[in-house]
């Protein structure tokens, strides 16, 4: 068996796989992809028709949904259908413009975990003041994701790093490089780590910590019942789609790790070479689960009492609802 390969700048790292696996992969991107689709699309359409999300905070849950289903749709037809063919099918060209949507959706989910978490501290701080977060507030935290995206998926295209194709060889992604690497590639790989992973993660955690214990203080009431149920939800959302994502940290760790080190890549072991993707895919569907598991407003929206059909809902809570 090869355990190791010697990086060449311009070549995607070729490892060897039993065919079985890259068969295993198109499938569990198809299932989970077929998944995704049904669920976010479901959620989105749920967003254009329910008179019951009409919270601001609702920006954000349709803000990463957008994410979410954006990448279900990018599984279909490229990364599939590649991996059943057991390598890209669709050109050089094809694979630049595919990793840079690829690394733009990753980016832009990761900000959005960020801007629900900074988000829901923001709201009860507000409320401790007695102060509302805008609609402008909202929709800035939005633009703040689009921007983070566009600033971290465009320098590979400028030879600030490198898009090529990933150790199964199926779809093309942003490829960690070598010490051989320019000053350029190992500083924007540097900052990718940082910006888009490591300060994330800290931010997330940092402010989901800060928000609990200020929600157990300031909303008590049962006009504020559905705030915290919300916040909960949320939390979850990030916390669990985080959890999701550990294959693929991991498998990055693996890629470059011994590069800084030795020179040369090891290895990936196929399991984490399958397990790493399906499981990023599978984070889509977590948040529509969640929201089905942990938020009454968003359930009963989805399930769907829209255009004020509220018939499956007790009388008290449907005239809240109503209300708000």
Known sequence: MQTVYDYYED???????????????????????TFGV????????????????????????????????????????FASSSAL???????????????????????????ALVVISLERYFQVKGFKYEQEMSLFFHWLL?????????????????????????????????LWPSLLSGAKQ?????????????????????????????????YKGEQQKDFRSLT?????????TLVLWIPSAVLAAWQWAPLLVYGYRLHVPPALA????????????????????????LRAALLGRMRKHYALLRPDKAKRFHRA
């Open 11 to 33: 070549d995607c790292p070729c490892y060897y796989f039993d065919s079985s696996y890259k068969t295993l992969l198109g499938g569990c991107l198809i299932v989970f992809g």
């Open 38 to 77: 049904l669920l976010n699309g479901w959620l989105f359409a749920t967003f254009i028709h329910s008179h019951l999300l009409t919270l601001r905070s609702h920006i954000l849950v349709l803000n990463l949904c957008t994410a979410s289903l954006a990448r279900n749709l990018l599984a279909f037809p």
């Open 85 to 111: 063919a057991k390598r890209w099918l669709f050109g050089s060209s094809c694979c630049q413009l595919y990793a840079f949507v690829n690394q733009f959706i990753g980016v832009f989910q990761m900000a």
């Open 142 to 174: 939005v633009g703040v994701c689009w921007a983070a995206a566009v600033v971290l998926a465009t320098p590979p295209l400028f030879g600030y790093g490198v898009y090529s194709c990933d150790v199964t060889s199926t779809v093309c992604t942003f």
């Open 186 to 218: 190992l500083g924007f790989s540097i900052l990718l780590l940082i910006l888009g992973g490591l300060l994330p993660i800290f931010i997330i955690f940092y402010f989901i910590i800060r928000t609990i214990p200020l929600e157990k203080r300031y």
């Open 232 to 240: 909960k939800t949320l939390h979850g959302v990030c916390v669990t």
């Open 274 to 297: 399958v397990v790493a993707p399906a499981a990023a895919e599978a984070a889509t569907s977590v948040p529509v689960l969640c929201y089905l598991l942990g938020n009454e407003r």
